[in-house]
């Protein structure tokens, strides 16, 4: 009582200026009651102009048409006799209607052990890793880890150790209950109350004799979480959600109560049991539902109260823009000021071509007074070889080129052939839909189609299709192996349908022992571990597709994955190169998209798809647009607003140069070649063809090895061992030495101040400023020789945080 | 997103508004209402022996090393579960160790052996997971190891890094999770077994003298001024910690030559082992001995699905002669009370020799070897079953091992650290100091 009074005391004079309602939505839009006992409750949510949302429910007001047919209490309504009629929602001026359809209303469903048992499993958490799900149940129960196998559920509840479990005679006093109410000792505690929802289905379900469905059940076929995305203003706001499952045979059910719910960060927003999410900290938060083997998830946004902001009024350049400063503005965050033209100049040459600007193209760019500077220099940089360059270097990791232990799997031979088939795609501007297919289809000896090699790095079927999911759709498969995935949607019977693309592919020697001839053999397939069935293909979160017998699977894969309407590779591919620019993925990690890890921003990932299919797959032209994007453009100095934001592109990454282009970077600007095996004297480390190919440094500084597709295994974060060998080894000692730079410069008669420019520009590709030009001359004393002190300058321009990280 | 930085200007919620109007008048503050329930879990979890090492010797064994052949062998069970070894007595009555642990046998007396490990995580990478973290992984947050919440917690001595791994990354595990990157290891990148071995780039390259290290350092120090007063990043501050920590090193003689095992007697490096075991145990000594406050070293690959006869006995007789060097060298020079020596796995395997004379991941019950540091010596805690199948007594879980660790180096289990995000984390959810394992 003392809080509330209080509460209210300091709260009145804040509600002085209330923002503008701008939408109102109800959830569902639409009410189907199907039999006696279902039910749908309904949520409100306005949407204000400032962004915010709030839950309204409680403050609408409701009318129902005829209230014969149904009755509306408590949010919830429920059947009462057949027909249709409308529920007319008014809140704040505006009215909509929510059309209601009831049929059998005198109808009692039968139980179902799929559809209403297992989902009780889930919600009260019996089936978890940590419990009866665990890979050998948990105190000699066993339940299938978030239900994969309700056959085998069934049968280990009613069938094994008979009589211990269930009691049929006296429901009530089933082993089953009387542990989940913990009145008889359970590990697991207290898992549900004698009486409520998940209790009395339980018991329905005894008393009905502990049924098995008839074969026919209808099967759940998608889970739809709403709305869609909260932003919720000030501590402990809340926001009720609604889930609603959709079955094979049309009907629809509310399963909030039923629904698992789970928050990726409980410090800006919990979710309850119930499905109510409440503001914490503020932040974001992606709530997941899980309801049977249907995952889906939704946004919600957590602001503090009263913040003042104002949206400061920047251009737009493109979509891109227009996408990133909707998100910034729903959190009161504003973008970080453009970077100054020698940044933009030094970031967009290490981003698209991987080098670092040389000292004179520094000096006209900034001379430059074109207004249009900045485009012309991203279209000169898109058409260099090294742009080609860079590119391979990323298809060679997602497509993991590398020789193998053993020769006669992969060669050295085969990973140069399998290198030089992608730069010449790469190279040729070939649109990533038509090489993925490429890839996909390959067949014949792989020394005359060096894309057979696709099948060759990798043999076993499952990983095959594990990398193929994850190299191209972003998706990690590997949980759904063994178990229905504990975070995301894929089922067994995904994995395993996905997987019998790959199931009858012939491989046989070619002449030579490292050549291979891959085949369509027309036969063979998977089988689901659990009942040992032979599964038709199907494609991931699709149909399964009619395919004539012989038709080569692969054919209709590629045919489906690169369709336009796909909808994971051109997304995959799209946050794939935002990835590269902003050293984050829109989804991040860019490979491990899955319900409980969406994209920060769906519209912008939705966006750049989208124009990357409108751009029939040419990657440049995405390249293009994003490099011209403000939000490309902008510093990495923080605002007032924007210090701690690092998911929403508010400002620009302060990134480590990865490995290679570090390492080339030194070479280039020191004038010192690294000899790197397999590469001609002055090949650069982007050009590593075999993934086996490393050195000290290499390796030291992350690069990736190529074993997995895994976009983690390139590795940014820095260490000890990088500074020691930035300090003392000869990636920057011996490379200013034998490079020789200063003593030319010094032979050719030029003075201390212009070799100190020519070597900022060449390394951090900026001017000194006049502080540091003071500050350095008590290095250069007159009289003495400059030598030593120049190359210590150039050492130390080497050992800066500034050079080693693009900004 | 993040909260407001501290200097942010500070805009109360109603709520915040309330409490901070309230504990104003008893002369309280946010923070010290903070302070004081740091100290309430201090006093919980931190007992009188808290702090007994100073450091931690970890030797991972990766791929799981089955318990039937090491610490916990089942002499009276059928041979399908017995396996292929035999089993030979040690210094702690009645007490039996697997046959190639003929020298650990011979100082049971001063080590402690669990043999009621026990998690659920079969897949190598969750297990060690959980063995290098103490939490069960999690998609929605990574982890830091122990090793980084030590150098977090601890810092440096010595001018030498805390955490160090030889001779490589050991696992993806051994990072620093949500701590910042500053707080990682340092990985060798060089094998103390090999004859040319020395860690890289200790010191300055030829040509140059420290005078004129100096001046570099005074040089780069103005060069990088203007980006620091710019820019700000985890990494960059990881950047600079490791430049910090990279100048300790190279200046001081004492430090580098903590790496260099040629230093260690011939007949003392012949005692340990020539070999991977040996060595780097041997290194793993020398390192804490100067002041690294957690070493892990990794040793062969244990996960042995065929003829794990052969296997096991490629292995271990290596590692038998150089733990038991190291526990023996340790006590000598009066470091073991010290130093708490963890020898973990991450998972056991299975209770019945399979179709290929081979065990399968088994993680409801395994061993491991806990030495030093405050534990007692010559003891067994806990037991597995007849088959070794499942706990038997005081079943240890990963939460309780993790919490007895960190409590002996002296940190407070419950502490709770800050991810970027803002989301408070206990160093270990809802671990339990286990009293039974100290002396």
């Known amino acids: ?151 085998g559920d069934h049968h280990r509840i009613t069938r094994e150790l008979i009589g211990r479990r269930i009691n049929l005679a006296l429901p009530e006093e089933s082993l089953l209950l009387e542990k989940s109410v913990n009145r008889v000792p359970h590990t697991g505690g207290e898992r549900m109350k004698p009486g409520d929802e998940l209790y009395r289905t339980l018991l329905s379900w005894l008393q009905a004799g502990a049924p098995k469905d008839p074969p026919a059940v209808a099967r759940v076929v998608r889970l739809e979480v709403q709305p869609a995305q909260s932003v919720l203003e000030g501590t402990d706001e809340a926001q009720q959600l609604s889930a609603r499952a959709f079955y094979s045979d049309g009907s629809d059910r509310d399963v909030t109560t039923l629904t698992a719910f789970m928050s990726n960060n409980d410090a800006a927003v919990k979710v309850t049991d119930a499905g109510r999410a409440i503001a914490g900290l503020r932040g974001e938060a992606f709530i997941t ?5 249907q995952a889906a998830g939704v946004q919600v946004l957590s602001i503090p109260k009263n913040l003042p902001f104002t949206w400061p009024a920047v251009a737009e350049t493109n979509y891109i823009d227009t996408a990133v400063h909707a998100k910034l503005r729903q959190l009161r965050l504003a973008p970080s000021a453009v970077s100054d033209d020698a940044t933009f100049l030094r970031r967009v040459h290490l981003d698209i071509t991987g080098t670092l600007p040389a000292a004179d193209d520094v000096r006209t760019f900034l001379a430059d007074r074109s207004p249009t500077k900045r485009a012309a220099v991203i279209d000169e940089l898109l058409g260099r070889r090294e742009f080609t360059n860079l590119w391979v270097m990323r298809w060679a990791e997602l497509l993991q080129i590398r020789s193998a232990d053993q020769q006669v799997q992969m060669s050295a031979k085969s990973a140069l052939q399998y290198f030089e088939w992608l730069e010449e795609r790469i190279a040729a501007n070939v649109p990533a839909d038509q090489m993925v297919r490429q890839l996909l289809t390959a067949a014949g000896p792989s020394f005359e189609n060096p894309a057979a090699n696709f099948y060759k790095v990798e043999r076993d079927t ?40 790959f199931g009858q592919i012939g491989r046989k020697p070619g002449e030579d022992p490292r050549e291979t001839i891959i085949t369509n053999s027309a036969s063979g397939g998977v089988k689901h571990p659990v009942g040992g069935k032979d599964m038709a293909p199907k494609f991931l979160g699709g149909p399964k597709p009619e395919i004539a017998k012989g038709t080569d699977r692969r054919q209709v894969l590629a045919d489906w994955l690169v369709a336009p309407e796909n909808p994971w590779f051109a997304r995959n591919l799209a946050n794939l190169v935002w990835a590269h620019f902003f050293g984050k993925g829109i989804v991040d990690p860019i490979d491990d998209i899955r319900v409980s890890n969406p994209p920060s921003n769906p519209a912008l990932l939705d966006a750049l798809a989208a124009k990357l299919v409108a751009y029939r797959y040419d990657f440049r032209a995405l390249i293009r647009d994003i490099c011209n994007s403000r939000t490309y453009q902008l510093s990495a100095t923080a605002n007032a607003t924007n210090a701690g934001d690092d998911t929403n592109f508010s400002k620009s990454a302060v990134r480590r140069i990865r490995a290679e282009v570090l390492l080339d970077a030194l070479s280039a600007v020191t004038g010192a070649a690294e000899k790197i095996r397999g590469l001609p004297q002055g090949g650069r480390a982007v050009e590593i ?9 290499l390796t030291t500084f992350g690069r990736a090895t190529r074993e997995t597709p895994c976009s983690c295994e390139v590795r940014m974060e820095p260490n000890l061992s990088q500074a020691l060998h930035l300090l003392n080894g000869d990636a920057v000692n011996a490379k200013v030495t034998a490079g020789g730079l200063v003593k030319k410069r010094l032979r050719d008669g030029q003075k201390t101040p212009e070799i100190i420019e020519e070597l900022y520009l060449r390394t951090l590709g900026r001017f000194p400023t006049a502080t540091e030009k003071e500050k350095l001359q008590a290095f250069f004393p007159e009289g003495k020789n400059p030598e030593t002190a120049l190359n210590d300058l150039f050492w130390s321009l080497l050992n800066a945080k500034e050079f080693v990280f693009n900004h | 997103m993040q909260q407001p930085p501290p200097h942010a200007p500070w805009h109360p919620n109603r709520r915040e508004f309330l409490y901070v109007g309230l504990l104003g008048t008893v002369g309280m503050t946010m923070s010290d209402l903070f302070r004081t329930e740091a100290r309430a879990a201090t006093a919980r979890q931190l007992g009188a022996s808290a702090g007994k090492a100073k450091s931690v010797i970890n030797i991972y064994l990766p791929g799981g090393m089955s318990h039937q052949e090491s610490f916990d062998p089942k002499v009276g069970s059928p041979i399908e579960y017995r396996g292929p070894l035999e089993a030979v007595k040690t210094k702690i009555d009645g007490v039996q160790f697997s046959e190639n642990l003929k020298e650990t046998a011979k100082i049971a007396d001063k080590i402690t052996v669990v043999r009621s490990m026990t998690h659920g995580e079969a897949a190598h990478e969750r297990g060690t997971h959980s063995m290098f973290t103490g939490y069960r992984p999690s998609p929605a947050i990574a982890y830091p190891s122990m090793g980084s919440v030590v150098a977090h917690e601890l810092g440096e001595r010595n001018h030498l890094p805390p955490y160090v791994l030889i001779p490589n990354q050991t696992t993806p595990y051994a990072g620093t999770g949500y701590l910042g990157s500053a707080f990682g290891a340092f990985a060798l990148g060089s094998d103390p077994a090999n004859d040319n071995f020395s860690v890289r780039d200790l010191t300055l390259p030829g040509g140059i003298d420290e005078q004129r290290f100096a001046e570099r350092r005074e040089m780069r120090s103005v060069v990088d001024a203007h980006f620091s007063a710019l820019e700000k990043s985890d990494a960059l501050d990881g950047m600079d910690a490791f430049y910090q920590r990279a100048y300790a090193m190279i200046s001081s003689k004492e430090a580098r030559a903590a790496f260099d095992i040629k230093a260690e007697p011939a007949a003392l490096r012949d005692s340990y082992g020539r070999n991977q075991a040996g060595q780097r145990m041997l290194l793993a000594r020398r390192l804490v001995e100067a002041g690294v406050r957690f070493v892990s070293l990794t040793y062969g690959g244990w996960d042995h699905h065929d003829n794990i006869k052969a296997a096991n006995g490629r292995l271990m ?3 038998d002669k150089a733990y038991a060097a190291l526990i023996r060298d340790l006590d000598e020079r009066g470091l073991l009370d010290s130093t708490l020596v963890v020898v973990n796995t991450e998972f056991g395997r299975t209770p019945k020799i399979n179709g290929t004379a081979g065990r399968d991941h088994w993680p409801k019950v395994f061993s491991i070897a806990l030495a030093g ?38 940190i407070d289990p419950d502490k709770t650290l800050m991810t970027p995000g803002g989301r408070p984390q206990a160093i270990v959810k809802d671990g339990h100091v286990v009293k039974d394992l100290l002396a």
Not at chain 1, 289 to 293: C, L, M, N, P
């Open chain 1, 1 to 151: 009582m003392l809080r509330g009074f209080f509460v209210f005391s300091f709260a009145l004079p804040l509600f002085a200026a209330a923002p503008a309602l701008k939408d109102v939505k109800v959830f569902p839009a639409d009410v189907n009651l199907r039999t006696r006992h279902d039910r749908q409750s309904i949520v409100v949510q306005a949407t204000y102009a400032d962004g915010v949302t709030r839950d309204v429910t409680a403050q609408a007001s409701y009318a129902l048409g005829q209230k014969s047919l149904a009755k509306f209490e408590k949010f919830t309504l429920t059947p009462i006799a057949d027909g249709q009629t409308e529920l007319r929602v008014k809140f704040s001026g505006r009215t909509l209607v929510v059309p209601v359809k009831v049929e059998q209303s005198q109808v009692e469903p039968p139980i179902s052990f799929l559809n209403d048992v297992m989902p009780v499993f889930t919600k009260a958490g019996c089936n978890t890793g940590g419990c009866h799900g665990a890979s050998r149940g948990k105190d000699g129960f066993h339940l299938s880890l978030f239900g994969y196998d309700p056959d």
């Open chain 1, 289 to 293: 539902a899980r309801f049977e083997d």
């Open chain 2, 373 to 410: 540091g405050g534990m007692k010596r010559g003891y067994v805690h806990g037991s597995s079953d007849a088959t070794g199948g499942e706990p038997d007594s005081d079943p240890l879980s990963v939460e309780d091992y993790a919490a007895t660790i960190f409590h002996q180096i002296g």
């Open chain 2, 317 to 319: 007789p290596n590692f």
């Open chain 1, 462 to 501: 499952l990983k095959l299709t594990e990398n193929a999911a994850q190299a191209f759709m972003g998706v990690r498969l590997q949980c759904a192996q063994c178990h229905n995935h504990p975070f995301d949607r894929w089922t067994m019977n995904d994995y395993y349908g996905f997987a019998a693309f």
């Open chain 1, 689 to 697: 063809a075999d993934g086996r190919t490393s050195n000290y440094f």
